[in-house]
């Protein structure tokens, strides 16, 4: 639930046009540069940063690969049922919403404590391999991804900035509200070892 509500409200920032997550610009860009839809472009850049976990030795979960196919199908499949939306007055409420759903959606996923998606394992894994903070490997990604994004032809706006400052507490808010008790020994299918403030990217 949580994966398929963050694909439905990446698909709503996107098509209100106000700007992007910094990982949605690149994927936005991407696909403007190669024609595929931006649900196959998630997808696809996705399990490419998967890869990058080997050298890194993380450990994916059910959660991960879960992360790789759910998100690009549940985005493209809301762009394909959503209306356009052109009224400012309409479309600056829809970006709101869509921030919001997505920051219980990022609760929602971290809470089932099933791996991390593929972006945030990557920061984690250069944040043991390099010793830096999990606060400049995150900066540093998102500003590359954001800036390659624009440059490609992703949109950046109002949206992106609100994101950014809004995502982080959404995220610890929504944790808080669906956070479950888990049986001792955990499962066989859990990553362990991952923090709960890592945040979904994206």
């Known amino acids: 639930m949580g994966l398929t509500l963050y694909g439905a409200s990446s698909a709503l920032l996107l098509s209100v046009d106000l700007g992007l ?5 690149f994927h936005q860009g991407l696909s403007e540069l190669t024609g595929l839809t931006i649900g196959v472009v998630t997808t696809v850049i996705g399990a490419v940063v998967l890869l990058l976990w080997i050298p890194l030795r993380q450990r994916p979960g059910l959660g991960t690969v879960s992360n790789v196919l759910v ?15 052109h009224a400012t007055a309409v479309r600056v409420p829809l970006m709101v919403a869509a921030i919001v759903l997505n920051g219980l959606a990022t609760g929602l996923y971290i809470a089932a404590a099933f791996g991390p998606g593929p972006r945030d394992g990557l920061m984690t894994g250069l944040h043991r391999r390099t010793g830096r903070s999990i606060r400049l490997i995150r900066t540093a990604l998102e500003l ?3 800036t390659t994004g624009f440059l ?21 808010v929504f944790l808080r509200v669906f956070a479950v008790e ?4 955990g499962s066989t299918v859990v990553a362990t070892g991952q923090p709960k403030r890592d945040i979904l990217r994206q």
């Open 21 to 25: 997550e910094p990982w949605g610009v």
């Open 144 to 146: 590359a991804v954001v």
């Open 182 to 185: 888990r049986a001792s020994g």
């Open 71 to 85: 998100i690009g199908v549940a985005m493209d499949g809301t762009l394909a049922v959503l209306p356009e939306v």
């Open 152 to 172: 490609l032809g992703g949109t950046v706006g109002v949206g992106t900035l609100l994101y950014a400052l809004a995502i982080g507490p959404l995220a610890q």
